[in-house]
């Protein structure tokens, strides 16, 4: 069975620090690439990042980057979101994904992450980011 297990998420004031961790199971972790988004009430889910685990390339939406930072321990099968210097905005339940391994270079050849390349979804983790 393929789950994805997200952790992490809490309350944290603005210019604050949380790290997401998003642990998978059931699949061959090296065969996806694996994407955060993130979906805050009455918008649409986005993409945040994403990272390849076979060669570790990654993408940012310009709306995190120089902020957020994707890595993945592939003995662990476990992706993580580091998030600095975070905002208001940035207040939304964060999911992880696993997707198709060629979205990162899709990604980064559109400048935007292909959520429906995404197949395996896990439930979601609060952020809030008080002002």
């Known amino acids: 069975e393929v789950q994805l297990v997200e952790s992490g998420g809490g309350l944290v004031q603005a210019g604050g620090s949380l790290t997401l961790s998003c642990a998978a199971s059931?699949?061959?972790?090296?065969?996806?690439?694996i994407g955060w988004f993130r979906q805050a009430p009455g918008k649409e889910r986005e993409g945040v990042s994403c990272?390849?685990?076979?060669?570790?390339?990654?993408y940012y939406a310009d709306s995190v980057n120089g902020r957020f930072t994707i890595s993945s321990d592939n003995a662990k099968n476990t992706v993580y979101l580091q998030m600095n210097s975070l905002k208001p905005e940035d207040t939304a339940v964060y999911y992880c994904a696993a997707g198709a391994r060629f979205s990162v270079r899709t990604a980064q050849a559109m400048g935007v992450i292909g959520i429906y390349e995404y197949d395996y979804w896990g439930q979601g983790t609060q952020v809030t980011v008080s002002s």
């Open positions: 990272i390849s685990s076979s060669d570790g390339s990654t």
């Open positions: 059931g699949f061959t972790f090296d065969d996806y690439a």
